[in-house]
């Protein structure tokens, strides 16, 4: 009798062939659906709803992707960038105010350390240090950096990614971008690797960025972000705002270093922060690359800034203002006002004007208006487009060169005042009465220019200058305001003889 099929001695091979069998039929059937799915592609393509091409009309909706960057595109932009962005240590002698520590310096504990503040002794002093980035933008020495790194500073190292260390000196610093210029001292040729400068109007908002710097010391460091919005102004840092933000991390010790992009470019100077903490809360801002090239040139060619005024209050034109307005959908500045003497008011504007355009640029924002007016030349008729009680018109304006209130004078950076060397002036008529008040300048003095601070180890206060002091007269000829102290200190010999007063006495101080 046959063994049954589930017998001891048959099961286990009838189970065998049953897999075998399954397994031929799954693989029979996997060769035909590729060869069917093959022959579809080969087919000609049949006019079916799912496979109709997309209308011209919405053809142009669908836009390609750009091919996203690789990793290795961020590896060789970071990796480019290592040997030109720069460690920069600054230090300055500072004076110890003796009477900073208020009711604190009556402990005779502290005196004994600090002296007595009503001691008519010349201010302890002390050396303060600060750390900061910088960027290589010319292989000859010249280095882009923050003002606040250098400002003030009488002793400059700089190191570079390989340990390597320079002595710089100041080119010149502009405070109101916060932009200075340095130069390395003794560098052999082939020495230093630049950066590239980038355009910056070409970046896009969620564009991958790289910052480069040494946040806390730690040299070379590298984060990376996006653009998060362009022309940021009103932020309240600097007079000229015209930043990048992104949410790349920048923390103390990036100021001055580089903002990049993929292509390895410098496309930003990194400057501030905005945090609650101190540290990096994905809100960065650096002063793009355009800002920095202009800011640059001006500072290697002349040591200063001067900047161009046209003599107007303004403010946004916000939508509910054009409303109002009865111009809807316009973009533009509204003139709230006009400065006596100014160039606006002889061409012309009058408060109420709608700003359109400057020089063929649009306006959209008082940042903007005061930033192309700020570097414009003076001297020369520039056309400005305005609105006016709804009717559109255009004026020609002539600049003139902005008279500053104040000037910060250290290391050089106003070429036009060495004798002022390690200076913050100001002008008698321009000053307060917070300011006349804080300074102790006496009610009857209505013209010079104030010592508002000096470095202890400059010149002239070697010399005798101090603090509160108002200079009325150089070699004998009076000086009424900045103006006049430029005037004369341009045309002035080796030595200056310089009259100040100083509370009720007068004296005479020889500058050289």
């Not at 209308?55 to 142009?60: E, I, K, M, T, Y």
Request: net charge negative; proline share 6%; glycine share 10%.
């Amino acid at each position: 009798m046959p063994p049954s099929d589930f017998s001891p001695q048959v099961a286990p091979i009838r189970l065998i062939m049953r897999s075998l069998g399954a397994v031929v039929v799954i693989a029979a059937m996997t060769c035909i659906s590729s060869l069917t799915l093959a022959s579809r592609q080969d087919a000609p393509a049949v006019n079916s709803p799912e496979r109709q091409p997309a209308s011209p009309a919405l053809s142009g909706l669908v836009a390609p992707s750009p091919p996203l960057r690789s990793t290795d595109a961020i590896a060789d932009a970071a990796q480019s960038a290592l040997p030109a962005v720069v460690n920069i240590s600054a230090s300055r002698l500072q004076s110890l105010d003796k009477g900073a520590l208020g009711p604190l310096s009556r402990d005779p504990l502290l005196r004994r350390f600090f002296g007595d503040p009503r001691d008519s002794s010349p201010p302890t002093t002390h050396r303060s240090q600060s750390l900061g980035s910088g960027v290589v933008v010319d292989a000859v020495g010249i280095v882009l950096t923050n003002n606040h790194v250098v400002a003030g500073a009488d002793d400059i190292k700089v190191t570079l990614s390989d340990g390597s260390e320079f002595a710089a000196e100041i080119v010149g610093t502009d405070a109101p971008t916060d932009l200075a210029v340095i130069r390395l001292l003794d560098v052999e040729p082939g020495a230093l690797t630049p950066l590239p400068l980038g355009d910056d109007e070409q970046l896009r908002l969620g564009e991958i960025v790289l910052a480069v710097g040494n946040p806390f010391g730690l040299s070379g460091s590298v984060t990376m972000g996006i653009v998060s919005a362009k022309g940021r102004g009103n932020v309240g840092i600097v007079d000229y705002e015209d930043f990048i933000q992104t949410d790349a991390a920048i923390n103390p010790g990036n100021s001055g270093g580089a903002l990049l992009n993929l292509d390895g470019e410098l496309i930003g100077i990194n400057t501030a922060i905005a945090s609650r903490s101190g540290g990096n809360q994905g809100v960065g801002f650096a002063i793009p690359s355009s800002l920095a090239r202009e800011i640059m040139g001006r500072l290697l060619e002349d040591g200063v800034v001067q900047r161009s005024w046209l003599g107007v209050s303004i403010q946004p034109f916000t939508p509910a203002m054009a409303r109002a307005f009865d111009a809807e959908g316009v973009t533009g500045v509204l003139v709230s006002g006009v400065q006596t003497d100014s160039p606006a008011k002889e061409a012309g504007i009058v408060a109420g004007d709608v700003i359109l355009s400057f020089a063929g640029e649009r306006v959209k924002s008082p940042s903007e208006l005061r930033n192309v007016v700020a570097l414009s030349s003076s001297g020369k008729l520039r056309k400005l487009k305005l609105l006016r009680d709804g009717a559109r018109k255009s004026l020609h304006v002539k600049l003139d060169v902005k008279i500053e209130k104040s000037i910060v004078n250290n290391s050089n950076n106003d070429k036009s005042l060495p004798a002022m060397d390690g200076l913050e002036l100001e002008g008698i008529p321009e000053m307060d009465e917070r300011t006349r008040r804080y300074m102790r300048v006496a009610p009857d003095v209505v013209e010079g220019v104030l010592v508002r601070s000096i470095s202890p180890s400059s010149p002239s206060a070697a010399a005798g200058l101090q603090q509160g002091d108002v200079i009325v007269e150089v070699n004998r000829q009076k000086v009424s305001d900045l103006k006049d102290l430029r005037e004369l200190l341009s045309d002035a010999d080796e030595f200056l003889v310089v009259r100040v007063i100083r509370g009720d006495a007068s004296l005479f101080l020889l500058l050289s």
